[in-house]
């Protein structure tokens, strides 16, 4: 049990190191927070809240998976080499799409509600 509850306090650390050393994530803690908020002042339906749970959720944990690949690239591969590199890169190329895809989720979503609320 003891070793379970320990896990969480590890999970929670990379969180911490996560948002203490990217700017990026950062920027997108901050950011879904503010669609949180967007969501409880447009009251949004139960399957939207859903979908932008699962596109919060989905750039997050994308954001983790590619500091984990540049800690360990910096680890093992400190001097400049292609590959290198090319790990960063593809790392980096895997949250641009999920925040592309989540953008188109959220727009989808708050633009029509938008309109109506200016109208
Ligand atoms: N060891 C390396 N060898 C070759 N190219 C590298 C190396 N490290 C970084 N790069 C190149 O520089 C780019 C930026 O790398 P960097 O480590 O600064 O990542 P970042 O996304 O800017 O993250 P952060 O600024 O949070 O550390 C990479 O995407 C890659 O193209």
Redesign the pocket.
């Known amino acids: 049990m003891k070793k379970f509850l320990k896990g969480f306090v590890y999970a929670w650390q990379g969180v911490i190191y996560a948002f203490s ?4 994530f950062k920027f997108h803690t901050i950011s879904a927070l503010l669609v949180i908020m967007a969501g409880y002042f447009f009251e949004l339906a139960l399957h939207e809240w859903i979908w932008i749970s699962v596109s919060i959720g989905l750039v997050i944990i994308a954001e983790l998976f590619n500091t984990a690949i ?1 800690v360990l ?2 680890l093992v ?6 590959k ?2 090319a790990v ?2 593809l790392a ?1 190329a895997g949250v641009l799409l999920t925040t592309l895809l989540s953008a188109i989720i959220g727009l989808s979503i708050f633009i029509p509600k938008i309109i109506d609320y200016a109208a």
Not at 21 to 24: D, L, M, P, R
Not at 77 to 82: E, F, G, L, R, T
């Open positions: 050393t990217q700017i990026n540049e690239v910096d591969s400190p001097d400049y080499h292609p290198a590199g960063k890169d980096s």
